[in-house]
DNA sequence: TTGTAAGCGTTATCAG
DNA sequence: CTGATAACGCTTACAA
C-alpha cells in the first residue's frame, strides 16, 4: 500500500534503461536529447532509436528539479461565475495552448481559491511552488493589482491587454479603437451617416476604447453619431476583490439591466434624426440592437438599420441576418504572448513597449449593401 | 549565463532555511506539513510560524519527484477551432479548475498536437512525462479511441460523457434524454400539444439522448411531435483523426447549412398541424427557431410558438422572450469528475457504474413562465 | 566524444 | 519525537 515511488516508477522508463539499451551511459542519452550537436552522429542515431523503441521520455519532474525549467506556463483564470463563463476561456485559451505547444510548453491553469478570490495569494502560491515558468494574465484592467503584484515578483509574464504607463510593458493586445473606427468607416462607405454606438465606456478598457474609437472616427468622417452605455457591470464590481472584473463583455448576472439597453435603442430610434446603422461593443449586444430595432417594427440590414458587434462569435452565423463582426486574432494574440513571455524566461532583454495587433472586419449580411434610399 | 539553478534558486526558500529558523531539521519541517500528527505541539507551531514568516512552500518538482505525485490533473482539450470554440472550454472548465483546486490539485490543459491532431499521442506523451497523476476527458463519442488507449494504458481517468459498456464506467455525465422529457412536460403542462424537436440524431450520443428523451416522453404522453434535425456535423468528422468531434453542439464552419434548420422549421410552420412549440438541442439552435417563427410571422412566445434552449448560455437572457432552457450542474459535474478522479489515483475501488446528475429547467417569457428574477 | 561524480529539494527509512 | 542518511531521475560540471 505504499505509494510514492511505486506508482511513479509503475512503467515508466528512465535514461538508465535507455542508456543500457543503447550501450551508452546516462549522459550521453541526455546529451542526445538536450545537446544533440556533442554526440557522434552513430551514436545518436543508437540511442535515437533505444528512446523510440522503449518510449522514453525525460520525467518532467526530476528534469525541473535539476534544471530550473517547467516547461510550464500559468495561466490566470479570471475569477467569473460558471455560469456566465469568461469569453476568453473558450477561443483565446485554445490558442494559448497551442502556441504553446508549439514551443514545447504546458499550459497550467489557476483560479483565485474562493473563499477570499484573492488573485496575488493565488500567484504567490504557484510562484512559491516553483510550478511555472511564467505567467499569462488577461483581462487587464486600470490599475490592475495583479500586474502590480507579479512585476513586484520579478516572475517572467505577460498580459492580454494593455498594462499602465508606470507598469512593465509586457503585453499583447488587440486595436480596439482602430477596430470600430475601421467598423465605422465600413459603414459610412455604404452611405451611412447617422450611426448609434452601444456599449459601456467605463471600467472595462477595452470597452472604453472601442467606444473611444468609434466617437473619434465619428468626428473625423464628420459624421453623425450617438453613443449609448450598455448593460453596465454591476458598480463596483470592478474594485472588489483583488481587481477582477466582471466577463470581459462586463455583462452581470440575470435580469441586471438587459432591457434597459434595448429600451435606450428604441428610444434612439424613436426619435428625430433616426440612425441607419448601430455598433455595438459586442455580438451579445448585437442582439439587443436586433431586438430593438424589431421592436420598433424596423428590419435589421442594409434596408433598415444596419448592425454590427465585436467578438465574431458562433452566434454571429446564427442571426438572421447573419451578424458583421469584429474577428480577433487569436492564434497571433496567443503567439506573440508566448513568444515574448518565453524570452523573458530566457533571459532576454524584453521589449520596451507593447504590441497592438490588428483585427479583421468580417462583413456578413446585417450591413452588407449600402443604405437604402441614399 | 548560466540559466538553470540560478532561476529555479532565485528567491526560493527551502525546506532547509524553514528548518534552522525554527531550530529543527528538514524531516521534522517535512512532518510539520505531512503528518502534522507525529510532531509536538508546541514544535508544531514553531515550525508553521516560520513557514508563514518565510512564505516557504515546498517545490512542486522536488515532491513529485520524490513522492510521485504531481498533484495535477490532465485536462484534455477537444481540438476544435478557436473560432468555433468548445462551449465545454469556458463554463465547464472554469468549475472543475475550481473542484480541483478544492481538493489542493492544479489542471494543466492540453491538446493534440496540429500536424496530425492525434489525441492518444498526446495522451502517451503526458503520460510519459509524468506531468499528471490523471486525466479528464470530455466530449465522449461512441467507440471513442481516446477512452480505449487510457483504459489500455491503465492511467486513472474520467470522462464528461458515458462510454461504452465494454469501457471502464468512469464517467459523469448529465441526463440528457430525461432533460428533453422534463421541458416536453413542462411544455404540456402549460397546454401545448403539437411540439417540434430541433437537434441532430446522429455522431453526437448527447444530441442523439435529448431528442431520443423527447420522442420517447412525447409518446408517453400522446402528444404529436415532429422531430427535425439541426445543422448537422461535417460528414465523417466524428470518425476524423482520433475520434474527435466537432464542438459540442455539432455547429460546423461558416455557411454549413445553418439557414437549412430555419427553413425546416419553417417548412413545419407552414403545414397543417403547426406545433405550438419547439423544443430545440441548444440555445444556438433555439435561435434558429426564433428567426424560423418570425419569418412566418408568427409571435415567439407563450401566446405564439413557445421555445426552448439547451445549455443556458448568456444568450438566453439577452434574446427578446428570453428563452427557456436547461441547465447543466456544472459545478457538481467537476465536483463528481474530480472525486472518482482521485479515488482511482488513491488506489480506491473505482466505482462500477457511472453517474448521471440531473439538469435544471430555467423557465423564462420564451415558454411563458415567469421572467427568472423578476 | 564519452564516462564519472555531484547535487537539485524533497520524503521514506531507520537510528537515536 | 526527532535527526542522520539515502534515494527519486535527471542535468551540469569536470575528468578521462
Given at each position: 500500500?505504499?505509494?510514492?515511488?511505486?506508482?511513479?516508477?509503475?512503467?515508466?522508463?528512465?535514461?538508465?534503461?535507455?542508456?543500457?539499451?543503447?550501450?551508452?551511459?546516462?549522459?550521453?542519452?541526455?546529451?542526445?536529447?538536450?545537446?544533440?550537436?556533442?554526440?557522434?552522429?552513430?551514436?545518436?542515431?543508437?540511442?535515437?532509436?533505444?528512446?523510440?523503441?522503449?518510449?522514453?521520455?525525460?520525467?518532467?519532474?526530476?528534469?525541473?528539479?535539476?534544471?530550473?525549467?517547467?516547461?510550464?506556463?500559468?495561466?490566470?483564470?479570471?475569477?467569473?461565475?460558471?455560469?456566465?463563463?469568461?469569453?476568453?476561456?473558450?477561443?483565446?485559451?485554445?490558442?494559448?495552448?497551442?502556441?504553446?505547444?508549439?514551443?514545447?510548453?504546458?499550459?497550467?491553469?489557476?483560479?483565485?481559491?474562493?473563499?477570499?478570490?484573492?488573485?496575488?495569494?493565488?500567484?504567490?502560491?504557484?510562484?512559491?511552488?516553483?510550478?511555472?515558468?511564467?505567467?499569462?494574465?488577461?483581462?487587464?484592467?486600470?490599475?490592475?493589482?495583479?500586474?502590480?503584484?507579479?512585476?513586484?515578483?520579478?516572475?517572467?509574464f505577460v498580459s492580454?491587454?494593455?498594462?499602465?504607463?508606470?507598469?512593465p510593458q509586457h503585453w499583447?493586445?488587440?486595436?480596439?479603437?482602430?477596430?470600430?473606427?475601421?467598423?465605422?468607416?465600413?459603414?459610412?462607405?455604404?452611405?451611412?451617416?447617422?450611426?448609434?454606438?452601444?456599449?459601456?465606456?467605463?471600467?472595462?478598457?477595452?470597452?472604453?476604447?472601442?467606444?473611444?474609437?468609434?466617437?473619434?472616427?465619428?468626428?473625423?468622417?464628420?459624421?453623425?453619431?450617438?453613443?449609448?452605455?450598455?448593460?453596465?457591470?454591476?458598480?463596483?464590481?470592478?474594485?472588489?476583490?483583488?481587481?477582477?472584473?466582471?466577463?470581459?463583455?462586463?455583462?452581470?448576472?440575470?435580469?441586471?439591466?438587459?432591457?434597459?439597453?434595448?429600451?435606450?435603442?428604441?428610444?434612439?430610434?424613436?426619435?428625430?434624426?433616426?440612425?441607419?446603422?448601430?455598433?455595438?461593443?459586442?455580438?451579445?449586444?448585437?442582439?439587443?440592437?436586433?431586438?430593438?430595432?424589431?421592436?420598433?417594427?424596423?428590419?435589421?440590414?442594409?434596408?433598415?438599420?444596419?448592425?454590427?458587434?465585436?467578438?465574431?462569435?458562433?452566434?454571429?452565423?446564427?442571426?438572421?441576418?447573419?451578424?458583421?463582426?469584429?474577428?480577433?486574432?487569436?492564434?497571433?494574440?496567443?503567439?506573440?504572448?508566448?513568444?515574448r513571455?518565453?524570452?523573458q524566461?530566457?533571459?532576454?532583454?524584453a521589449?520596451?513597449?507593447?504590441?497592438?495587433?490588428?483585427?479583421?472586419?468580417?462583413?456578413?449580411?446585417?450591413?452588407?449593401?449600402?443604405?437604402?434610399?441614399?
Amino acid at each position: 500500500m505504499s505509494e510514492g515511488p511505486q506508482r511513479a516508477r509503475r512503467g515508466a522508463v528512465t535514461i538508465e534503461e535507455v542508456a543500457r539499451a543503447a550501450g551508452v551511459s546516462r549522459q550521453t542519452v541526455s546529451n542526445a536529447l538536450n545537446a544533440p550537436q556533442r554526440v557522434r552522429p552513430d551514436t545518436l542515431a543508437r540511442v535515437t532509436a533505444a528512446i523510440r523503441g522503449l518510449g522514453y521520455q525525460p520525467d518532467q519532474s526530476a528534469r525541473s528539479l535539476r534544471s530550473g525549467a517547467r516547461r510550464t506556463l500559468g495561466y490566470l483564470a479570471p475569477a467569473d461565475d460558471p455560469l456566465d463563463p469568461n469569453p476568453l476561456m473558450a477561443g483565446f485559451l485554445e490558442a494559448l495552448v497551442d502556441a504553446a505547444g508549439a514551443e514545447g510548453r504546458r499550459v497550467l491553469l489557476f483560479r483565485p481559491a474562493p473563499p477570499t478570490g484573492d488573485p496575488t495569494a493565488a500567484i504567490d502560491e504557484l510562484v512559491a511552488a516553483r510550478q511555472v515558468d511564467g505567467l499569462v494574465l488577461a483581462d487587464v484592467l486600470a490599475e490592475d493589482a495583479r500586474i502590480a503584484h507579479v512585476a513586484r515578483l520579478g516572475v517572467p509574464f505577460v498580459s492580454f491587454g494593455r498594462t499602465g504607463p508606470g507598469e512593465p510593458q509586457h503585453w499583447v493586445d488587440i486595436a480596439n479603437d482602430a477596430a470600430t473606427a475601421a467598423v465605422l468607416r465600413h459603414l459610412a462607405e455604404l452611405g451611412h451617416r447617422r450611426i448609434g454606438y452601444l456599449g459601456a465606456a467605463e471600467e472595462l478598457p477595452w470597452m472604453a476604447a472601442r467606444r473611444a474609437g468609434f466617437l473619434a472616427e465619428a468626428r473625423r468622417l464628420g459624421l453623425a453619431a450617438v453613443a449609448l452605455p450598455g448593460a453596465g457591470a454591476p458598480a463596483g464590481s470592478a474594485a472588489g476583490a483583488g481587481g477582477f472584473g466582471p466577463g470581459a463583455d462586463g455583462f452581470g448576472r440575470e435580469a441586471e439591466g438587459f432591457g434597459e439597453a434595448v429600451a435606450a435603442v428604441r428610444a434612439v430610434l424613436r426619435g428625430p434624426d433616426r440612425p441607419t446603422a448601430f455598433v455595438a461593443g459586442s455580438d451579445l449586444l448585437a442582439l439587443d440592437v436586433y431586438e430593438a430595432v424589431r421592436a420598433e417594427g424596423l428590419v435589421v440590414g442594409p434596408g433598415g438599420v444596419a448592425v454590427t458587434g465585436f467578438h465574431d462569435t458562433p452566434l454571429c452565423r446564427h442571426l438572421h441576418p447573419a451578424l458583421t463582426s469584429v474577428r480577433l486574432p487569436l492564434r497571433a494574440i496567443a503567439g506573440e504572448l508566448v513568444a515574448r513571455l518565453l524570452g523573458q524566461v530566457r533571459g532576454e532583454a524584453a521589449p520596451t513597449a507593447g504590441v497592438e495587433l490588428p483585427t479583421e472586419l468580417v462583413v456578413r449580411g446585417s450591413s452588407g449593401g449600402r443604405v437604402a434610399g441614399g
